[in-house]
């Protein structure tokens, strides 16, 4: 088979490609991509769990961990211990955690905007739907 026939090559390539521009999109703000997805994440759920922090953004235990280890001493979030398990913790924004949230709310729209200016309306419709039910 060759490669251009190849689902998996075709999507690992798209997903470098948009990574790499999502990278350079953020570069000014001194975040990554996992960074990113993490505090946008929490803007929409601020207080959960790790766990379910961990499975809104798709990262494992260990990712997520040294994640949440950056993103604490730069003042983005703070973690709390649960009341009830102490073992449990939740992670929530800092004041500065919801300014940069918003930012990046505003610099992803915009992102995915040039990153898919090449496809007409119907096209970004039918290609986030396909990705969305794989």
Request: proline share 2%; aromatic share 6%; net charge negative.
């Amino acid at each position: 088979m060759r490669l251009d026939n190849c689902i998996f090559y075709l999507l690992s390539r798209s997903a470098r490609s948009g990574a790499r521009f999502y990278k350079k999109q953020l570069e000014e703000l001194g975040l990554t991509p996992v960074q990113s997805i993490v505090l946008q994440a929490l803007a929409v759920q601020d207080g959960c769990t790790t766990s379910q922090l961990g499975k809104a953004a798709e990262l494992d235990n260990a990712t997520l961990t040294g994640v949440l280890d950056r993103l604490c001493p730069a003042g983005y979030l703070e973690r709390k211990a649960s009341p009830d398990d102490r073992r449990t913790q939740h992670i929530f924004l800092t004041e500065r955690g919801q300014e940069i949230a918003e930012v990046l709310d505003s610099l992803t729209e915009e992102a995915n905007a040039r990153f898919l200016a090449a496809l007409s309306d119907r096209e970004r419709d039918d290609l986030k739907a396909l990705l969305t039910r794989l």
